[in-house]
């Protein structure tokens, strides 16, 4: 069984594809939404509003035993959703995700120029929120793609709350857990930089300690909606025994 947890710029769509391989396969899956996402018309949204969506999600339905796979920002909601509900949760898997230390923030692990541009942007919006300009999505988070399928990529894109980006996370209990943890790398993600101080991995994914490491050829956004089978197949890879 798979939960899955987008990042930003994203909502429970992004996992459309990819849970539709998983299920032809005999997995179950579930794509939560959650709070500042989707059809939620309310953008003043919190880390922890964003965290209690998944974990009241997880306890309605009453899921035990499962996978929880994290994408980019969806990485810091995996690691607080664990803290609340670890004897729920099988095995955690950080896809390209964010892996932050006790006391950090997301905008923590950008570059200085990316997260002043992140600041610029958010200063520019009339509530608080954060739209990637075409160009920076492009080069950045669809680089594998054809600009056609960047363009249709797009067009779903919806600004991102901003405040949860730089909120600093008491991730204490977290770093507590002897849960077994996987992490997928594909290796031409360009969203961060990857190497001196910054990126998915190593820099992040060490944080993890004991792990297992899965890889692939891929991109931050393009592969779940052009090659979700490829994508299934790592998530399978990372969380099987």
């Known amino acids: 069984m798979f939960v899955l947890i987008h990042g930003s710029w994203a909502d429970s769509h992004f996992w459309d594809s990819v849970a539709a391989v998983l299920r032809s396969q005999g997995h179950t899956v579930y794509t939560p939404e959650y709070a500042g996402h989707g059809n939620d018309p309310n953008k003043n949204v919190t880390h922890a509003m964003i965290?209690?969506?998944v974990v009241d999600f997880i306890t309605k339905l009453n899921l035990h035993n499962f996978v929880l796979v994290g994408h980019s920002f969806?990485?810091?909601?995996?690691?607080?959703?664990?803290?609340?509900?670890?004897?729920?949760?099988?095995?955690?898997?950080?896809?390209?995700?964010?892996v932050l230390k006790d006391g950090e923030s997301v905008a923590?692990?950008?570059?200085?120029?990316?997260?002043?541009?992140?600041?610029?942007?958010?200063?520019?919006?009339?509530?608080?929120?954060?739209?990637?300009?075409?160009?920076?999505?492009?080069?950045?988070?669809?680089?594998?793609?054809?600009?056609?399928?960047?363009k249709q990529m797009y067009a779903v894109?919806?600004?991102?709350?901003?405040?949860p980006l730089f909120e600093k996370l008491d991730l204490k209990v977290f770093y507590s857990l002897p849960?077994?943890?996987?992490?997928?790398?594909?290796y031409q993600d360009n969203t961060l930089p990857q190497g001196e101080g910054f990126g998915w991995h190593p820099h992040m994914s060490s944080r993890l300690g004991q792990f297992r490491l899965i890889v692939g050829d891929g991109d931050h956004f393009t592969d779940t909606r052009t090659r979700p089978a490829m994508v299934a197949q790592k998530f399978y890879e990372a969380s099987r025994d």
């Open 51 to 53: 965290t209690k969506s």
């Open 74 to 98: 969806g990485g810091t909601v995996i690691q607080k959703v664990a803290e609340q509900v670890p004897n729920r949760i099988k095995r955690l898997v950080f896809f390209d995700a964010f």
């Open 108 to 150: 923590d692990e950008f570059p200085l120029q990316m997260r002043q541009g992140f600041e610029q942007l958010r200063a520019m919006s009339k509530d608080d929120t954060i739209m990637l300009p075409f160009p920076l999505f492009r080069d950045m988070f669809v680089n594998t793609a054809s600009l056609e399928e960047a």
């Open 157 to 163: 894109v919806t600004p991102e709350p901003a405040k």
């Open 179 to 186: 849960m077994p943890k996987s992490y997928v790398y594909f």
